[in-house]
């Protein structure tokens, strides 16, 4: 049974805290409720279902208890992907993208502008404001432009990442300068609020926590505890970031906007977690939706992170994804709009792939690594010699340790992999 507690930020900031004067239940999020064209998308960095677990995160939970909740969510094994996938709509692997693994500060790499039409120079295009908020990292950091090459008509943030929470590099519109002596999780929430309250109608925010370096947060950000080891900072950093979400919310839903948060990849290996892993807690993560136009409840629908961009273009009242007729809009994603509003969608399977930065996985497929997972079943090939094709059991092997192709195959296996191979047939 999920129990709703007492968001932080409420205590710590009385009846302007998110939560202060809303139902628990009932029409906050209720899908009677219009959409009314205001949107923010927040993605949290290195927290997995695992790390959520053992986190203090009360104005999560609220969002998960009081909208709706999504745990079949699949992302990349790593950000810049799964990032990628937000703003194009696309595979990692699709050759107007070509995006498969992380983008070093000092690389020359770019993602694409064109010919895909990155999600908020579709949304910008059809009259409504966009800003981005926080880090970017689908590009060099000298690249300071990019973010509002991509539509976002204004850019605040860190680009990529960052050696000190305290001390760090702001890029603002295209000017950079030093930032020193503000956590950076505070500023980034800072700045989400001024587009807020300015009404901007699509606000992305993607904050840099809970991402290395591991640190002890600011002391009023997260409930006093013996911190005696990396997991423990990595569950504080996880708390100051819940509680900073909260302040946004609580100016952000009075405003009448939509919220969705979701998680780039799986809780960071050096403490234990499975980022970087096409295991379950490395590609799937939670994905948490409240407001007007969301129906609550706990959804397991097969969507994936390519699937964000329709989906908020269709909120906005524009065509994109699969069978829009627009190919260039979202061409690997499918709209989930009517799960928003409260009918889960049942999908065949999500797909995702990783590959080296700066290679063309088909002309040099060695380092290919594909995913395909449907109902109970997940399948990966990494092509190159002596690397046989796997395929698990998800739900009776969490630990996906158990190859079904080292056996006869059960009827509902071999109808797998008979769409697995229609699937890659058509990458």
Not at 263 to 271: I, K, R
């Amino acid at each position: 049974m999920m129990i709703l507690r007492i968001p932080l930020c409420l205590l710590a900031l009385g009846p302007l805290a998110f939560g202060a004067g809303l139902p628990t239940s009932g029409p906050v999020g209720d899908a009677g409720s219009p959409f009314q064209d205001k949107l923010l998308v927040i993605d949290l960095d290195d927290i997995g279902f695992d790390m959520l677990a053992e986190a203090r995160t009360p104005n999560l939970d609220f969002l998960r208890d009081n909208g709706r909740f999504y745990t079949s969510f699949m992302t990349a094994t790593i950000c810049s992907p799964t990032r990628a996938m937000f703003n194009t709509g696309a595979y990692p692997s699709h050759p107007d993208l070509l995006l498969g693994s992380l983008v070093p500060a000092g690389s020359f790499f770019q993602m694409p502008t064109s010919p895909l039409v990155p999600l908020a120079t579709l949304v910008a295009n059809h009259g409504y404001s966009t800003a981005k908020v926080g880090k970017w990292h689908l590009s060099g950091v000298f690249f300071r432009d990019h973010p509002q090459n991509c539509g976002w008509q204004t850019y605040e943030g860190s680009m990529s990442n960052v050696g000190d929470y305290l001390d760090y590099s702001k890029n603002v519109n295209g000017t950079s300068s030093d930032k020193v002596g503000i956590y950076l999780t505070t500023d980034e929430t800072d700045d989400a609020i001024n587009r807020v309250v300015a009404g901007v109608n699509l606000i992305s925010l993607s904050y840099h926590s809970a991402h290395q370096p591991i640190h002890v947060p600011p002391a009023s950000l997260f409930q006093p505890r013996p911190l005696n080891h990396r997991r423990d900072l990595v569950a504080a950093m996880v708390e100051a970031c819940d509680t900073e979400l909260g302040r946004l919310l609580s100016v952000a839903l009075p405003l009448g906007y939509t919220v969705i948060v979701f998680v780039d990849n799986g809780t960071d290996h050096v403490v234990g977690g499975e980022k970087g892993r096409i295991t379950e807690g490395g590609i799937i993560n939670p994905m948490w939706a409240y407001g007007p136009g969301v129906e609550p409840g706990v959804d397991d629908s097969r969507v994936a992170v390519y699937d964000l961009y329709p989906t908020i273009a269709n909120l906005f009242g524009i065509e994109a994804g699969k069978g829009s007729g627009f190919p260039l809009r979202g061409p690997d994603s499918e709209s989930f709009i009517q799960s928003l509003r409260g009918t889960p969608v049942h999908r065949r399977f999500t797909y995702v792939d990783r590959f080296a930065l700066f290679t063309n996985p088909r002309s040099n497929p060695i380092n290919w690594r594909r995913v395909v997972r449907g109902d109970g079943f997940k399948y990966s090939d990494a092509l190159g010699p002596a690397v046989p094709p796997v395929l698990w059991d998800y739900e009776a092997n969490p630990t996906e340790d158990d190859n079904l192709f080292d056996r006869p195959l059960s009827a509902d296996a071999r109808a797998f992999t008979a769409l697995v191979r229609g699937v890659l047939d058509e990458l």
